[in-house]
């Protein structure tokens, strides 16, 4: 219980801290941007067409924006944390609208990629764990190593050139049917699915040559039921920790992914709003994208606690 | 020991060319001969013209020279900013220690190229961003890799006996600190280069990195991409060079230990 709590403790900070940071790197963006702010601010509101300079003067006393930096600081980080992430500066519409449009499109791609990539990656692994210093282990090892030196806009050009452009399979980009999703799915999966191979390679070697696989062993236990029954359990914990921390980078590939793609989720609209320097858009697909990786290590952290319960050293 | 030396050899090459290239070509990278748009190598450049008949030879080396710089530089600030910060927090441990690692886990939630992108939007300078976007996101690598060192060395019988016969903190540092974290660096050093030389490349790829007639890695594929039938050979320099950069660092960096 106290494990619980104490984690939940920690990701709570540390949500707090991702809200801090994105939002004073906001509210530098804000204070960076060429023009007045109030009459930004009427444009906004009213319209490009309609704002005036007397809307401009209205928003200005409204909001007490001659008000020193100091003070101006304190309203933004007040808004932040009512979670009032204000309207798009380029759409009109709330930023929280328009988010919950975009992160569905996200999460799809990120769990079929994240799904793809278990498949295709820790089976892999572990078979070259069970020979380790094998032909197949050392061939994985290369692989696994050359994929990881590749970045994924270019794992992704190459899937585009090669799949979509010489041998027409699929489309290179666009969204609603289900082959677009599986390039920008496949060139996701395959960068994660070296890094994971990698990982349940190590634990299942390391499992391979503990006491506990010998003991299952000498029970008399086959080589699958061992695996089923002990293997997955030792080669999970690792792999799930690791995978936690990797959703960083899953996060930083659908960035660059779904604009190679064209594909209508989180990392496409902060690639717009920065172009557009649409700052409240910008703070809101960045806290949604900081947050996302908070909730997902806690409820990691609470699985992995499930499947090893031992006591982790203080 | 073998790969690592491929790793050192192939850096040391793209790094040649990227000093060299740029003195000896004759062209430089935005001298246009549209006629030639396309074309193979010739006398004048070394590896054929791009679509818009600039040389593929002045501006595959000018893009190294650029990814290079803002990457080391990059790495530089953050390993010296890691190590410092590492070394006073667990000098001084507490509320600085707390809040430190605290900040640290918090932008490890956030993806560099997002750190890079805000920043691109605060600082005038896009070399400048992404120098200060990827050393605020990488810090955290040797901040932790210090502290986790000098916690325990700090607590050693070592440190005790130097404290007690007046030794200050910068010469526990430099004798006590550094001869464990120097040789942890090589590993995150090659990594942290590497992963800023795939960020430039990519937000270049995207269109929000480098502007466009800046010769920069990413660009140049985009640009290239749509006269890839007529000439093949001409976006295969950008990727090939992006590829064998972060090979080698990969390679320096070796297995993760």
Redesign the interface.
């Known amino acids: 219980m106290t494990f619980a709590l104490r984690t939940l403790a920690f990701r709570l ?2 949500a707090a ?2 809200a ?3 939002g004073v ?2 509210f ?2 804000m204070r ?2 060429p023009g007045d702010m109030a009459f930004r601010i009427a444009a906004a509101r009213y319209g490009y067409d309609l704002a005036s300079a007397d809307l401009a003067e209205a928003v200005r006393t409204e909001l007490n924006l001659d008000a020193g930096p100091l003070v101006l600081f304190g309203q933004w980080m007040a808004d932040l944390a009512r979670l009032d992430l204000g309207r798009s500066m380029v759409s009109g519409l709330p930023v929280w609208e328009e988010i919950a449009h975009q992160l569905g499109a996200s999460l799809q791609l990120a769990a079929v990629a994240l799904g793809l990539s278990l498949l295709i990656g820790p089976p892999l692994g572990i078979y070259a764990g069970l020979r380790a210093g094998g032909r197949f282990d050392r061939a994985l090892l290369v692989a696994a ?2 994929l ?7 794992l992704g ?1 190459v899937l585009i ?1 090669v799949l979509a452009v010489q041998l027409r399979l699929l489309p290179a980009a666009g969204h609603g049917d289900i082959s677009h999703l599986v390039l920008p799915a496949l060139t996701l999966a395959l960068g994660l699915a070296a890094a994971s191979a990698r990982i349940a390679r190590d634990a299942m070697a390391a499992f391979a040559a503990s006491p506990a696989h010998a003991f299952a062993c000498t029970k008399g236990l086959s080589d699958g039921q061992v695996l089923l029954h002990h293997g997955l359990r030792a080669i999970a914990a690792p792999l799930l920790t690791y995978l936690g921390l990797q959703f ?2 899953l ?2 590939g659908v ?2 992914v779904e ?2 793609f064209g594909w209508p989720g989180i990392g496409h609209a ?2 717009h709003a ?2 557009h ?1 649409d ?1 409240p858009m ?1 703070q809101g697909t ?1 806290l949604v ?3 996302s ?2 909730l997902l290590n806690t409820l990691i952290d609470l699985a992995v606690r499930r499947i090893d319960p031992r006591e982790v050293r203080a | 020991m073998t790969t690592r030396h491929l790793g050192f050899g192939l850096l040391g090459a793209l790094v040649a060319l990227a000093l060299i290239g740029p003195l000896i070509e004759p062209l430089g990278p935005f001298k246009q001969t549209l006629l030639r748009a396309l074309a193979g190598p010739d006398a004048l450049a070394w590896f054929g013209y791009d679509h818009l008949g600039r040389s593929m030879f002045a501006r595959l080396s000018q893009a190294l020279r650029l990814s290079l710089t803002i990457a080391f530089a990059a790495t530089a600030t953050a390993a010296a900013l890691g190590i410092f910060l590492g070394a006073l927090a667990s000098w001084r441990g507490g509320w600085l220690d707390r809040g430190l690692s605290l900040l640290a886990d918090s932008v490890l939630a956030l993806p560099a190229l997002l750190m890079v992108l805000m920043m691109g939007v605060i600082l005038p300078s896009t070399p400048l961003a992404f120098w200060a976007g990827l050393a605020a996101v990488q810090w955290i690598e040797f901040f932790r890799l210090t502290r986790s060192v000098a916690r325990s060395q700090l607590a050693s019988p070592a440190v005790e006996a130097a404290r007690l016969q007046g030794f200050g903190p910068v010469w526990v540092f430099r004798r006590i600190l550094w001869p464990e974290i120097g040789p942890m660096l090589r590993t995150a050093t090659a990594f942290g280069v590497a992963n800023a030389i795939a960020a430039i490349a990519a937000l270049g790829f995207v269109s929000v990195g480098m502007r466009a007639p800046t010769p920069e890695l990413g660009l140049m594929m985009v640009e290239l991409l749509p006269s890839w039938r007529e000439a093949p050979f001409a976006l295969l320099q950008p990727v090939a060079a992006c590829f064998a950069l972060l090979l080698s660092l990969n390679l320096i960096a070796g297995g993760r230990e």
Do not use: H, N, W, Y
């Open positions: 900070l540390q801290g991702v801090l940071v994105v790197m906001s530098l963006m960076a941007m190593a050359a990881r030196a590749v970045p994924q806009f270019l050009l050139v960083v980078l996060a930083e960035v660059v604009t190679i902060l690639i920065v172009f320097r700052v910008v960045a994208m900081g947050l990786f908070v």
